[in-house]
């Protein structure tokens, strides 16, 4: 089924249709959940399409400042190392009220960026992780399980004894397509 939100007042989460979201971080397999644009004041008074009443109280707890991002952004260690022009860049007002929306904290900022960074898990380079960071926190994508995925295609015993870089890749692509490994 697919939805184009291209021109209504939702931010899509889904990739399944023609807008924004779509257009700015690629394609996906399935409908996460919508979440209605609002604004920050009347955002916990209205309820959200898709989102059960406690999702939407947890999220409205996850907030991001613009500071905090920037920071985040601009931070050598623990963050995107950007230059400073390029932290102001990405911090903007419009994509920090998209992660605040969507329920994205730079705590999970920070767990995601670690797990793509550590050599124990997807080992990815820092310019790879610019690239990839926000597309796969906006999919929300747990860090635990891309680092057991990443280790069952990567384990010479007890996994496919795939390459490091090649487990890493597939990691994410199977994150991405909702693939959880249970233990």
């Known amino acids: 089924m697919s939805i184009d939100h291209g021109a209504c007042s939702e931010v899509c989460l889904c990739l399944d249709c023609s807008c924004d979201f779509k257009r700015d ?4 397999s399935r409908i996460r959940r919508s979440v209605r644009r609002t604004s920050t004041k009347s955002q916990s008074n209205v309820p959200l399409p898709g989102v059960s009443l ?17 920071d985040f952004c601009y931070s050598p260690s623990g963050g995107l190392d950007m230059s400073k022009s390029e932290a102001a860049g990405m ?4 994509e920090v009220q998209k992660l605040t929306q969507c329920g994205i904290s730079k705590s999970m900022l920070e767990a995601l960026r670690s797990a793509m960074y550590s050599p124990n898990c997807l080992d ?6 610019k690239q990839q960071l926000l597309r796969l926190a906006y999919l929300q994508l747990s860090p635990d399980n891309l680092q057991a995925l ?34």
């Open 54 to 70: 406690e999702e939407q109280s947890s999220k409205s707890s996850a907030q991001i400042s613009q500071s905090e991002f920037y």
């Open 124 to 129: 990815m380079s820092k310019s790879d992780i």
């Open 150 to 183: 990443r280790n069952a295609l990567y384990s010479p015993t007890g996994g496919l004894d795939l390459d490091k870089k090649t487990a890493a890749s597939r990691a994410v692509e199977l994150a991405i397509k909702q693939v959880n490994v249970s233990s």
């Open 25 to 28: 971080f690629g394609n996906a």
């Open 91 to 94: 911090a903007s007002s419009l």
